[in-house]
C-alpha cells in the first residue's frame, strides 16, 4: 500500500524544528505587547467576497491563488490567502472603534496561497503582523516601522535593508493611472498577456511584474507615482521619513515601490534581507486608509505590516543552534516495583516545583535510560531500583558535574524547590 503524503507546497513542522517556532513566537508576542498591541485571532476561512474587494478582483492571489469552494449551504468560501482584510472584517463587525478611538492590534497566523512552491514560498506558510486601525497620522505609520525593523534586528538579522514610498491619496492616481497607460501603451506588443491585462485595469501592478522584459521596460520609461502625490502626501511621508531619522533607522527611499494590493494609501515600505535571494522580501506593509469604508464600516484611517515566518527563520539557520532544550529531570526506573512510586513522584514535581521532567516507558537497562538522558540533554537524573524501593529513597544525579546523593522519597520535592 502506497504511503499518503503531505501535500506539495506543506511542510511538517518536527519537533527539531518546532521549538524553533515557539521561541520566536514567544519573542513576538512579548514585544508588541511591550508596544501596546493585543493579539487578535481570525478564522481560517472567510466569504472570497471579503478578498475580492479588498485585495483587488484582478490581482494573483485573486485570479490564481485562492483555495476557494462552495459549501453545502451555497456559501462561496476562501482559506485566507492575507490577514488585512479579515482583522479588517473582524475590526467593523465587532465595533471595536466604539470602545476605543485606536485598536493596536497583532496576529500570528497560517496562510494559504496556491502559488509554485520554491525556497522561501510555500503554498501553506505563516506570518505575524500588526493591523492599527483609529491613526491618520504619520507617527503611527514611523512607529509600525520602526517595530519591524528592530523587531529583526532584535533576531540578530544584520543583512536587512528597509526601502519605503508613498503612493499617495487615491485622489491623484486616476491622472498619474492615465499618463502611465499612455505611455506604456507604445510597448503592449512586448507585455505578456497577464501584463496587458493589468496595463488595462491597474498598470500600478505592472511594477511588481515577474516578467523580467516588463519590469525592464517599467524601470527605464514610467515616471514613479511619487512625481505626482499632493503636497499633503509629500508632507506625510516628510514626516514619517524624519521620525524615522531621529530614531536612527536607516532605510532608502524606492520611489518604484508601490505593493501589490489594492487597498494600499500613501506609505509603503519593504524590509529585505541579502541572504534569501530572489525571495528576499521578509516584511513589507503600509497605510490603507480607505479600506474599512471600503469594506462596510465608518471611514477609519489604518496601517500594518506582515512579516513571513519562514523567511524569518531561513535567515537565522546559520544562528540556530539546532538542539533541543535542556529538560530538567529524567527519571530512570529500573524494577517494576518502582513504575507506580517513580511516575508519582514525576507527576508531584511537576505540579509542585514547576519543573519538566520526563519517565521511562520502555523499561530499558539502566545504562540505555542513562544514554537518554544524556542524549535529551537532562539537568538532573533521579534513580529508582529495587534497593531504593526497599529502603524508601532515590538516587538524584547531577548530570552536569556526575555528582550523586541518596535521599528519602519525602525531601525529593523540597530539594528541588529550594533549587
Same mark, same amino acid.
Given at each position: 500500500?502506497?504511503?499518503?503524503?503531505?501535500?506539495?507546497?506543506?511542510?511538517?513542522?518536527?519537533?527539531?524544528?518546532?521549538?524553533?517556532?515557539?521561541?520566536?513566537?514567544?519573542?513576538?508576542?512579548?514585544?508588541?505587547?511591550?508596544f501596546g498591541y493585543k493579539e487578535i485571532r481570525t478564522p481560517a476561512f472567510e466569504e472570497s467576497d471579503l478578498?475580492?474587494?479588498?485585495?483587488?478582483?484582478?490581482?494573483?492571489?485573486?485570479?490564481?491563488?485562492?483555495?476557494?469552494?462552495?459549501?453545502?449551504?451555497?456559501?462561496?468560501?476562501?482559506?485566507?490567502?492575507?490577514?488585512?482584510?479579515?482583522?479588517?472584517?473582524?475590526?467593523?463587525?465587532?465595533?471595536?472603534?466604539?470602545?476605543?478611538?485606536?485598536?493596536?492590534?497583532?496576529?500570528?497566523?497560517?496562510?494559504? *496561497?496556491?502559488?509554485?512552491?520554491?525556497?522561501?514560498?510555500?503554498?501553506?506558510?505563516?506570518?505575524?503582523?500588526?493591523?492599527?486601525?483609529?491613526?491618520?497620522?504619520?507617527?503611527?505609520?514611523?512607529?509600525?516601522?520602526?517595530?519591524?525593523?528592530?523587531?529583526?534586528?532584535?533576531?540578530?538579522?544584520?543583512?536587512?535593508?528597509?526601502?519605503?514610498?508613498?503612493?499617495?491619496?487615491?485622489?491623484?492616481?486616476?491622472?498619474?493611472?492615465?499618463?502611465?497607460?499612455?505611455?506604456?501603451?507604445?510597448?503592449?506588443?512586448d507585455f505578456s498577456a497577464i501584463d496587458k491585462q493589468r496595463l488595462d485595469k491597474n498598470p500600478l501592478r505592472?511594477?511588481?511584474?515577474?516578467?523580467?522584459?516588463?519590469?525592464?521596460?517599467?524601470?527605464?520609461?514610467?515616471?514613479?507615482?511619487?512625481?505626482?502625490?499632493?503636497?499633503?502626501?509629500?508632507?506625510?511621508?516628510?514626516?514619517?521619513?524624519?521620525?524615522?531619522?531621529?530614531?536612527?533607522?536607516?532605510?532608502?527611499?524606492?520611489?518604484?515601490?508601490?505593493?501589490?494590493?489594492?487597498?494600499?494609501?500613501?506609505?509603503?515600505?519593504?524590509?529585505?534581507?541579502?541572504?534569501?535571494?530572489?525571495?528576499?522580501?521578509?516584511?513589507?506593509?503600509? *497605510?490603507?486608509?480607505?479600506?474599512?469604508?471600503?469594506?462596510?464600516?465608518?471611514?477609519?484611517?489604518?496601517?500594518?505590516?506582515?512579516?513571513?515566518?519562514?523567511?524569518?527563520?531561513?535567515?537565522?539557520?546559520?544562528?540556530?543552534? *539546532?538542539?533541543?532544550?535542556?529538560?530538567?529531570?529524567?527519571?530512570?526506573?529500573?524494577?517494576?516495583?518502582?513504575?507506580?512510586?517513580?511516575?508519582?513522584?514525576?507527576?508531584?514535581?511537576?505540579?509542585?516545583?514547576?519543573?519538566?521532567?520526563?519517565?521511562?516507558?520502555?523499561? *530499558?537497562?539502566?545504562?540505555?535510560?542513562?544514554?537518554?538522558?544524556?542524549?535529551?540533554?537532562?539537568?538532573?537524573?533521579?534513580?529508582?531500583?529495587?534497593?531504593?524501593?526497599?529502603?524508601?529513597?532515590?538516587?538524584?544525579?547531577?548530570?552536569?558535574?556526575?555528582?550523586?546523593?541518596?535521599?528519602?522519597?519525602?525531601?525529593?520535592?523540597?530539594?528541588?524547590?529550594?533549587?
Open positions: 500500500m502506497n504511503k499518503i503524503r503531505n501535500i506539495k507546497g506543506t511542510k511538517d513542522l518536527l519537533p527539531d524544528t518546532t521549538f524553533i517556532w515557539q521561541e520566536l513566537e514567544e519573542k513576538i508576542h512579548h514585544f508588541n505587547q511591550q478578498f475580492k474587494r479588498s485585495v483587488g478582483s484582478e490581482t494573483d492571489i485573486v485570479n490564481k491563488e485562492m483555495y476557494s469552494w462552495i459549501d453545502q449551504g451555497g456559501n462561496n468560501l476562501t482559506l485566507k490567502p492575507e490577514l488585512t482584510a479579515p482583522v479588517t472584517r473582524a475590526y467593523i463587525q465587532h465595533e471595536l472603534g466604539k470602545s476605543n478611538p485606536i485598536n493596536k492590534l497583532y496576529y500570528i497566523d497560517a496562510l494559504f *496561497r496556491r502559488e509554485r512552491p520554491q525556497k522561501g514560498r510555500q503554498r501553506q506558510f505563516h506570518q505575524f503582523g500588526v493591523e492599527v486601525f483609529g491613526s491618520k497620522f504619520p507617527e503611527q505609520d514611523a512607529e509600525i516601522i520602526i517595530m519591524a525593523f528592530t523587531f529583526l534586528q532584535s533576531l540578530g538579522l544584520d543583512d536587512i535593508s528597509l526601502e519605503i514610498n508613498t503612493i499617495g491619496s487615491k485622489s491623484i492616481r486616476g491622472a498619474y493611472i492615465t499618463i502611465l497607460q499612455d505611455l506604456l501603451n507604445k510597448y503592449r506588443q505592472l511594477f511588481d511584474s515577474k516578467d523580467l522584459k516588463c519590469r525592464e521596460i517599467v524601470n527605464e520609461t514610467a515616471p514613479t507615482i511619487y512625481d505626482y502625490i499632493s503636497k499633503e502626501d509629500r508632507l506625510h511621508f516628510d514626516n514619517v521619513c524624519s521620525i524615522l531619522n531621529d530614531s536612527g533607522i536607516q532605510y532608502t527611499h524606492n520611489q518604484k515601490l508601490v505593493r501589490g494590493l489594492d487597498y494600499y494609501t500613501r506609505t509603503t515600505f519593504e524590509i529585505k534581507s541579502s541572504s534569501l535571494g530572489s525571495q528576499d522580501a521578509l516584511c513589507g506593509g503600509g *497605510r490603507y486608509d480607505e479600506l474599512v469604508e471600503q469594506l462596510g464600516g465608518t471611514s477609519t484611517p489604518a496601517v500594518g505590516f506582515a512579516a513571513g515566518i519562514e523567511r524569518i527563520i531561513m535567515t537565522l539557520e546559520n544562528q540556530i543552534q *539546532r538542539s533541543h532544550k535542556s529538560i530538567d529531570i529524567f527519571m530512570i526506573l529500573i524494577s517494576s516495583d518502582a513504575l507506580s512510586p517513580g511516575m508519582n513522584l514525576a507527576n508531584n514535581i511537576r505540579n509542585k516545583c514547576n519543573l519538566s521532567v520526563i519517565t521511562e516507558t520502555l523499561r *530499558r537497562s539502566m545504562r540505555s535510560q542513562m544514554r537518554e538522558a544524556n542524549r535529551l540533554n537532562a539537568n538532573y537524573s533521579i534513580i529508582i531500583g529495587e534497593d531504593e524501593i526497599k529502603s524508601n529513597t532515590a538516587i538524584i544525579k547531577n548530570m552536569q558535574n556526575g555528582e550523586q546523593i541518596n535521599m528519602d522519597m519525602d525531601k525529593i520535592i523540597n530539594y528541588f524547590i529550594k533549587g
